[in-house]
């Protein structure tokens, strides 16, 4: 009857049939029989996986730990997606042994799941580490593992796990011997900076397949690292050579790029820009290759074409030290190589938007405006030179400079004395400074400025021991009071203090004998005239 009715297709009959088999039958082994056909029709007939695992549970209820009810439970928790009830369904099942072995298993069973299917690395890696803590060498947990270690980029942790996939490659359980461990296993190697052991298990993987693309790849780029040019120059020319054109955006340009470099490193200038040509037909913007492309141009004296990859990349990179060194190499090439200095200009204009405070540049600038005469953005750029500049002796050389050009090429006195003035605020000792104020202010007969010139000096040197140098200040106040202001109090006091500096300077005497009869202080006088 049961046959019957599975010919027919009729299969809520069949699971009736077997009811009644059930009910009838005192064997064990065929209960289980008739009950796991019962979930088996459930799931696979009827569609009903909800009612077929219920049913495969309650075998399991009856029989607990049937092995052929497990791997349904299993199957059935997999194949429609429920992968948090089979973790949990697992876990129950390592729960309820003692064996450390069938224990692993589970935890690596579960450990997969969670990898694949639930986006919990860490929960992954856990459990899989219990599967090694009671087995240590067992395949289902050695190798997701170290893929996840890989996955995640912790290279450390997946090294050991990977050469323990290599000891045992070949045997039952673990992989067939070919060339993707190994590429594996060198890539962990390279992450980590142990460079020959990657090379050496390239070549074991190349060895076993001379047309994997990411083997050559990586034979050529470590073999760049470690100074074997023109192997590496092999291995690129081969991946090319396999390479499909669909591939050089992603990889077939970056491989042109880099073996232009390479030839352009090992003295081959047309070679290296051939190739380089090659990846800007395909990717005219991609950075790595301008770069490479602007130093064979600069070492080839193409300073024009230079210059126009300059500009193509500073419309690429957002960098701004980047940017600033590519203006500054296109300011420098215009100078120096092209006779441009309008276009050096502009150049080094545009690089101080990135580094306002960069004195190189600011020189640069200073030195085009003073070539060209153009004094007053001259003395822009040396105000800007002054803000920026930590040295006070620098500082002064600037203002000196300013004074200098606002004195002679501009005809700006006023702006030329505040100038040797502000030298003396930076280094007080800079007497051609206080020389070229005092000449200026005479010249223009501005006594009440050259005054406060000489005030303000003499306070700036009252922190240093320079007596010689207040004694000169001091006696030349004192004769600008006599002959040019008519302050003859105010001058006394100036050659008063001249004297008490340097007690042996007769035109100081001579002066206050002067001063002091008249102003009707005869005694002073006399006093004066003795000393003399």
């Known amino acids: 009857l049961e046959n019957l009715y599975a010919g027919l297709e009729k299969w809520d009959e069949v699971l009736d049939v077997l009811d009644m088999r059930i009910a009838v039958t005192r064997d064990d082994a065929k209960v289980v029989e008739y009950l796991l056909l019962q979930g ?88 899989l580490e219990a599967a090694l803590e009671r087995i240590p060498d067992l395949p289902g947990a050695v190798i997701p593992l170290s893929d996840l270690f890989l996955d995640e980029g912790e290279w450390a942790r997946a090294l050991p796990l990977l050469q323990l996939r290599l000891e045992h490659m070949g045997e039952e359980g673990w ?126 004296s193409a300073f024009a074409d230079a210059n126009e990859r300059r500009r193509q990349l500073l419309t690429l990179v957002d960098d701004p030290a980047e940017r600033w060194k590519l203006l500054i190499g296109l300011g420098d090439t215009c100078l120096r190589e092209m006779d441009d200095p309008s276009g050096a200009q502009a150049a080094y204009e545009e690089a101080l938007e990135f580094d306002q405070g960069s004195k190189g540049t600011l020189i640069k600038l200073l030195e085009l405006h003073v070539a060209a005469q153009d004094f007053g953005r001259a003395v822009d750029i040396l105000e800007r030179l002054v803000e920026v500049e930590a040295d006070a002796a620098r500082r002064a050389d600037f203002l000196f400079t300013i004074g200098t050009l606002r004195r002679d090429e501009l005809k700006d006195r006023a702006g030329a004395a505040e100038a040797f003035e502000g030298v003396l605020d930076e280094s007080v000792d800079r007497l051609d400074a206080l020389k070229a104020a005092v000449e200026l202010l005479t010249e223009n007969e501005e006594w009440g400025a050259l005054e406060g010139v000489y005030l303000r000096t003499l306070a700036r040197l009252q922190k240093q021991e320079r007596r010689d140098v207040e004694q000169v200040l001091y006696k030349g106040l004192g004769e600008l009071r006599l002959t040019n202001l008519g302050q003859l109090d105010e001058a006394i006091d100036a050659y008063e203090a001249a004297a008490r500096l340097k007690a042996g300077d007769v035109d100081v005497h001579r002066a206050l004998a002067e001063l002091y009869e008249r102003t009707g202080r005869a005694e002073e006088a006399v006093a004066e005239h003795r000393t003399l």
Do not use: W
């Open 175 to 300: 992989e067939e011997e070919g060339p993707a461990l190994y590429r594996r296993v060198g890539l962990a190697c390279l992450r980590l900076g142990r460079k020959d052991d990657a090379l050496e298990l390239y070549r074991r993987a190349y060895d076993k397949d001379h047309e994997d693309l990411e083997t050559l790849e990586a034979l050529g780029e470590l073999n760049a690292e470690l100074g074997s040019l023109d192997v590496a120059a092999t291995y690129y020319k081969r991946f090319l050579d396999r390479a499909d054109e669909e591939l050089f955006l992603a990889r077939v340009g970056p491989i042109y790029g880099r073996l232009g470099q390479l030839e352009l490193a090992a003295g081959h200038p047309t070679s290296a820009r051939q190739h380089l040509d090659r990846v800007l037909e395909h990717i005219p913007d991609d950075v790595e290759t301008l770069r490479s492309l602007l130093e064979l141009l600069q070492s080839q």
């Open 40 to 127: 088996d029709i459930t799931f696979q007939k009827l569609e009903a996986p909800d009612a077929a695992l219920d049913g495969y549970l309650e075998i399991l209820q009856k029989f607990p730990g049937q092995a052929d009810a497990i791997q349904r439970v299993i199957d059935l928790l997999e194949e429609t997606g429920q992968y948090e009830a089979l973790v949990k369904f697992l876990l129950g099942l390592a729960k309820a042994t003692e064996d450390p072995k069938v224990q692993a298993d589970l935890f690596a069973r579960m450990g997969s799941t969670i990898k694949e299917h639930l986006d919990d690395p860490e929960g992954a890696a856990q459990l």
